[in-house]
């Protein structure tokens, strides 16, 4: 009786010697795995790190020139966003703003030459050319820029 308990015993205890064994194994195993995939997937970062490391103090980059830039040549949105954009944003001193289109139907029936007449030459707080070295065209693409998203459907001019 008390043999064969000693023997069950032993051989439970041989059981969970083995499992444990066997569990340390995998773990080791697991551990090893995940080591050596951390230390694969490290190296590209580490290869960054370093080439950012040796890089130039400076890097001058050239920016593409985008058509219709040039001074003399730029579109009714850059004029806009450069010149206009101060008082027909918000509004200032009751300019018509854009894309308020009550505020600029009276004035679309100016049609587009009657409006580029009153810009170049000026109009109350509105300062001739609205203070901007736009040319005509420029001017003219600014205006229809402006009334086109104030209720208008004006034609841009063509470049001269
Ligand atoms: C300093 C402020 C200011 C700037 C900058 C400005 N405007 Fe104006 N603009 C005004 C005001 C104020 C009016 C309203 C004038 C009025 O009818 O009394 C006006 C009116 C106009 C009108 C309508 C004219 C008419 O006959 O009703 C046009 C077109 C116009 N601006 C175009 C432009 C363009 C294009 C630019 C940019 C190149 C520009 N403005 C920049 C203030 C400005």
């Given amino acids: 009786m008390s043999a064969t308990t000693d023997s069950e015993f032993s051989i439970q205890k041989i059981m969970s010697w083995g499992l444990l064994i066997a569990l340390g194994g995998v773990a080791t195993v697991l551990a090893l795995v995940s080591i050596a ?3 694969k997937g490290s190296k590209p970062i580490d290869e960054e790190a370093s080439n950012s490391r040796i890089a130039p103090v400076a890097r001058v980059e050239m920016a593409a020139p985008s058509a219709g ?3 003399g040549n730029r ?4 004029i806009y966003k450069a010149a206009c954009t101060a008082c027909h944003e918000a509004g200032v001193a009751n300019a018509p703003k854009l894309g308020d289109k009550a ?4 004035r679309l029936a100016l049609g587009l030459d009657g409006l580029l007449k009153s810009a170049i030459a000026g109009k109350n707080a509105m300062p001739p050319k609205g203070a901007s070295d736009a040319n ?4 003219a693409r600014a205006i229809v820029y402006m009334a086109n998203k104030s209720g208008a459907s004006f034609k841009e001019p063509a470049a001269k």
């Fill in 75 to 78: 579109s009714g949105e850059q």
């Fill in 69 to 71: 830039a040039a001074a």
């Fill in 37 to 39: 995939s951390a230390a």
């Fill in 103 to 106: 505020a600029w139907a009276p």
């Fill in 136 to 139: 005509d065209t420029e001017l």
